[in-house]
């Protein structure tokens, strides 16, 4: 058996590294025997899911015989106009992982460079392997996105850059000057993806979406989800805008039914749940206040961040301090995978789950 896949299985994916996810509650539960347990490793959002999207699925659990509509059209209706674009700009996948995967199945073939930050988010590597493109890894400079480096590093193979904005797992971003110097000198025939999964959290005030590229008929996509803010994590809905024909080639390969008939009515209903966002914004602002000041008074490093979680040097082995958070019941993510091994990922949490995590922390250091 073992021969057969080795010598009739595609070789792209041997090079292929394993997305590592969050440790999930259940699996601590069982390993443990821990019942108290709180999850910071994925950065989900701490209140839940949007109050009205959770409604909306309950007043529709009578239709889940039905195939879900596989235009999401009403999903995109509601979504070209909160945001103002056309709705044949947009297109919906089952979470934006699906829409990675499918804008490197309509555009990336063997030989063909894709370029992005080291560390970013996993997925813009994995599913240019899997087409069997070259993968040019810029380190960030600072923990932030060198974008002049980037430019420096485009060829004539080159077919996508990838800007994680806020990136993940360091929580900066790129500054509206830093963007706007970017987009000028890349050449038209490179795609750029700008992966905003959690841009409503932003604060700063020169931040820039890449959707106003977008809007000028760039080549150019915009990634978002309803993942983090909105809450709907265990559903996969993520959304992007780009212009009518790119949309048009990436739906060529998409498959039919990809959004299921609950992501596409808790999705819809999500985007009217303005208070939900604001409650969720306002608790992570606080959230973050309140960790800096106690890695500060602990005399650790951390990196700002303009998302909903924290990257911080404990200044130990990152395996060791995760290993002892979760005897305490505290789920986080190591930094070694990301190639800082004395860091850890924190998702901000509730009042009590920050003050909870500082607590296991302090013991843990105190060790």
């Not at 988010?121 to 240019?128: D, I, L, S």
């Not at 590229?213 to 760039?218: I, L």
């Not at 490093?301 to 082995?317: C, L, Q, S, W």
């Not at 002892?324 to 995978?337: E, H, N, P, S, W």
Request: net charge negative; charged share 30%; glycine share 6%.
């Amino acid at each position: 058996m073992r021969d057969f896949v080795n010598s009739k299985a595609r070789p792209e994916i041997f090079n292929l590294k394993p997305y590592v996810p969050g440790k999930p509650i259940e699996e601590v539960k069982r390993e443990l025997g821990i019942e108290d347990i709180i999850k910071m490793a994925s950065n989900e959002n701490p209140l839940g899911a949007s109050p009205l999207a959770v409604e909306a699925i309950k007043k529709s659990l009578d239709r889940l015989h039905y195939y879900p509509d596989s235009n999401n059209f009403y999903l995109k209706q509601k979504l070209a106009r909160v945001n103002d674009i056309s709705e044949d700009a947009i297109i919906i996948g089952n979470g934006s992982d699906e829409l990675l995967k499918l804008l490197a199945e309509t555009f990336l073939s063997p030989g063909d460079e894709v370029i992005f930050g080291d560390p970013s988010f996993v997925e813009y590597e994995f599913t240019a392997t899997i087409m069997g493109a070259k993968c040019i890894n810029v380190p960030l400079k600072d923990f932030r996105h060198d974008l002049r480096a980037m430019l420096d590093e485009i060829t004539d193979k080159t077919k996508i850059i990838y800007i994680c904005n806020p990136n993940n797992p360091t929580g900066t971003y790129s500054t509206r000057a830093e963007i706007e110097e970017f987009m000028r000198k890349i050449p038209s025939d490179v795609l750029v993806v700008f992966d905003e999964a959690y841009f409503e959290y932003v604060d700063a005030k020169d931040y820039i979406s890449g959707i106003d590229y977008v809007k000028e008929g760039r080549n150019a996509v915009v990634l978002r989800t309803f993942s983090k803010i909105y809450g709907l994590a265990g559903l996969r809905v993520g959304y992007g805008f780009t212009n009518p024909e790119i949309a048009k080639a990436v739906e060529r390969v998409t498959e039919p039914f990809n959004v299921n008939l609950l992501a596409q009515i808790a999705a819809e209903a999500a985007l009217d749940d303005i208070e939900h966002v604001k409650k969720s914004c306002r608790l992570n602002r606080e959230g973050k206040n309140y960790l800096y000041s106690q890695f500060e008074e602990m005399g650790l490093k951390y990196v700002p961040t303009e998302a909903n979680f924290i990257f911080v040097d404990t200044g130990r082995n990152s395996r060791e301090v995760f290993q002892k958070l979760l005897q305490l019941g505290v789920i986080v993510r190591t930094g070694d995978i990301f190639g800082f091994p004395s860091f850890i990922r924190v998702t901000i949490g509730t009042e009590e789950e920050n003050k909870r995590f500082i607590n296991a922390l302090k013991e843990v250091l105190g060790e």
